[in-house]
């Protein structure tokens, strides 16, 4: 009986991962092989940045050798030699780096061991799992936005955040919301989210609340991004969009 239970209550967990992964907002290519080479053939005065898709990643393994556990993180890698790119390459090494030394890394990584050492997994084949995926969602003129899908699953509801890598190669400089929304950014996010929510007013006081917003844009559309639990709506996450005219310079 107690088999039955774990192998009904895998077969949940699997139909979960499978809508999360089926409702991700954008359609943007995702990057699975380390060290993807995005050419600049379409590049024009410079117009295209050029870049590589890194991916650092650990596995955790049981005593039979089998993947039980998969932490992973892509970023992006621009190739100028520009002291702007540079820089920003720097830093984004750097955040890889802290990924694999945050309490998340932490904490999968003493779930993983207590589910091998205590056979807690929901069916045979079960992966626990921290992975970050980038894929290009804006680029032109050096002003490039990557949008970063991140994904947990440590045997129980999976749970997803979205957020983004907004930089001038020019300057070197993170963009924030200010850079990008232009006018009153606050007025206009709270306008799409009160529109977004339908009524729910304790999402909106944390959203009006919010000091710095995660966001990535795409020609014509900002995505202002809230991960799992973020607007107390439960696992899922939230995204709404505040349209913009496309984005030349900032």
């Not at 050419?39 to 596995?59: L, M, Q």
């Not at 999402?203 to 107390?232: M, P, Q, R, S």
Request: charged share 30%; proline share 2%; hydrophobic share 30%.
């Amino acid at each position: 009986m107690k088999l039955k239970y774990k192998y009904i209550a895998g077969l949940f967990c699997l139909c979960l991962l499978l809508c999360n992964l089926s409702i991700i907002p954008v359609k943007h290519a995702q990057a699975g092989n380390n060290n993807i080479i995005i050419p600049d053939r379409k590049a024009k005065n410079n117009s295209v940045a050029g870049y590589k898709i890194k991916e650092d990643k650990k596995e955790f393994k049981d005593k039979k050798g089998n993947v039980r556990c998969i932490v992973s993180f892509q970023y992006p890698q621009f190739t100028s030699t520009s002291p702007a790119a540079v820089k920003i390459n720097r830093q984004l090494k750097k955040k890889s780096r802290q990924y694999f030394k945050s309490e998340n890394f932490r904490n999968i990584k003493k779930y993983t061991k207590d589910a091998i050492k205590y056979n807690r997994f929901s069916y045979e084949t079960d992966q626990y799992l921290w992975t970050t995926y980038c894929s290009m969602s804006y680029n032109k003129d050096n002003i490039v936005s990557f949008q970063m899908s991140e994904w947990w699953y440590a045997g129980g509801v999976t749970t997803r955040n979205y957020y983004g890598l907004n930089y001038n190669l020019d300057t070197g400089k993170e963009l924030e919301i200010k850079d990008v929304i232009k006018g009153n950014a606050k007025t206009e996010i709270l306008k799409a989210a009160k529109k977004y929510l339908k009524g729910d007013k304790e999402a909106y006081k944390i959203i009006k609340d919010t000091k710095k917003y995660k966001f990535y844009f795409e020609k014509g559309t900002v995505y202002i991004c809230y991960g799992g639990y973020e607007l107390n709506r439960g696992p899922g996450f939230d995204i709404f969009t505040v349209k913009i005219p496309d984005i030349n310079k900032v």
